[in-house]
């Protein structure tokens, strides 16, 4: 077993994976199960309004921190490639940011627009 | 060259934000300790966030901007079984389809490193079976979505025209991606059952010699595949 050709230490490493007990998988198993059931039940029970956005944002968080940490072994990594992995996507809140500043501004001009139009075809057609 | 990297490797790495400097900082390859072939997975999973990010940052924007009431997930994906629809049944058993694939895979990858080959192969082929079902239960939802329902990714008779591309769009390219999953999950299953990995048989296409470490980083693939579904299931369905 020659690893050491391609540059792997899999020696070490399967020693560190063999010590991740089986225990936790199944414990984070269930915990994603009971999280998809809660998320389930916001809309089942139709719970609305900002408790609503609350809940789906909270059930969402944590069974993808459950997922990336454990399933995808995160925990055990080093912060060198934890950090990369995580801090790229945080720049995608700056497309969120543009992204509603825009879409606010042609929701108004829409507004605007469809609204001066809908004023003039009035007369002409009473179902419109 | 096997010697400079091995020297290098047993050098004693700092643990925290000094060791996190310290790679970073070494001058030579910065993910210690990671296989190639595990850092370049990550590599692609972060461009694919991208991807995924853009689409459902596009997906927020059309929605705020559309004045057209959007259609409501909860009752365009009930199904009825006899009785009353129930709200977004399908989509919550796709969900939980997932959740247990994710589980099974987390399993394979640990057997894989026992080096227990018939209890990951037999973990591996069920993801790829549970894999197979969503995909079929979502060619279910695209049918009854495009025929009965009239969704194209024009318009639709619901409300905001734009739920159609967005829908097409996103579930689509998961599906794609879950698609591709399940076809290597064959494979994988096919080369543990074959004693490949335990014989580092080189892969036909890569020739590089078999190993376990091989299906951590399929593993990471399959998750991050469900952990797609974790947002897209929050922010399109659910929202």
């Known amino acids: ?9 899999p020696v070490v490493r399967e020693e560190e994976a063999i010590q991740h007990p089986l225990g936790v998988y199944f414990k984070i198993w269930i915990l994603l199960f009971v999280l998809s059931a809660m998320s389930y039940a916001v809309d089942y029970y139709q719970v609305q309004g900002y408790l609503r ?3 789906i944002l909270m059930f969402m ?16 990594e080093r912060l060198a490639l934890v950090y990369f992995i995580l801090v790229p996507p945080v720049l995608l809140l700056t497309f969120v940011a543009i992204g509603s500043l825009e879409a ?9 627009h469809f609204l001066k139009e809908l004023i003039i075809a009035a007369p002409l057609s009473p179902h419109h | 060259m096997s010697t400079d990297t091995m020297a290098v490797d047993s050098l004693e790495l700092k643990p925290g934000i000094a060791g996190f400097m310290d790679d970073w900082g070494s001058d030579q390859r ?3 300790g990671v296989p190639w072939g595990k ?4 590599i692609f999973l972060v461009s694919d966030t991208f991807i995924f990010g853009c689409f459902l940052a596009s997906y927020m924007t059309v929605r705020m901007s559309t004045l057209d009431p959007w259609p409501v997930p909860s009752e365009v994906f009930a199904l009825s079984f006899g009785g009353a629809p129930i709200p977004l049944i399908l989509i919550a058993i796709m969900t939980f389809v997932l959740i247990t694939s994710s589980g099974t895979m987390a399993l394979a990858v640990n057997y894989g490193y026992r080096k227990n080959k018939w209890v ?3 973990l591996l082929f069920a993801t790829a079976l549970l894999g197979a079902t969503f995909v079929g239960m979502q060619v279910f939802e695209w049918s009854k979505l495009i025929l009965e329902e009239g969704v194209r990714p024009w318009g639709n008779p619901m409300g905001a025209a734009q ?17 591709i999953g399940v076809i290597f999950l064959f494979i994988f299953s096919y080369k543990v059952a074959r004693g490949h990995l335990d014989d580092q048989t080189p892969g036909w296409f890569t020739k590089r010699g078999g190993n376990y470490e091989e299906i951590e980083v399929l593993g990471l693939y399959w998750h991050f595949v469900d952990l797609v579904w974790v947002f897209i299931f929050a922010f399109f369905y659910l929202w």
Do not use: E, N, Y
């Not at chain 1, 077993?1 to 230490?9: E, P, R, S, V």
């Not at chain 2, 739920?163 to 698609?179: I, K, N, R, Y």
């Open chain 2, 30 to 32: 910065a993910f210690k």
């Open chain 1, 61 to 76: 968080v944590l069974k993808a921190g459950l997922i990336i940490a454990v399933f995808m072994h995160m925990v055990w």
């Open chain 2, 39 to 42: 850092a370049m997975m990550w």
């Open chain 1, 104 to 112: 606010d501004w042609t929701f108004f001009q829409r507004g605007v």
């Open chain 2, 163 to 179: 739920f159609g591309s967005v829908f097409f769009m996103v579930t689509g390219f998961h599906g794609f991606h879950v698609s």
């Open chain 1, 53 to 55: 956005w609350f809940l």
């Open chain 1, 1 to 9: 077993m020659d690893h050491a050709a391609d540059g792997h230490q």
């Open chain 2, 120 to 122: 990951t192969f037999w």
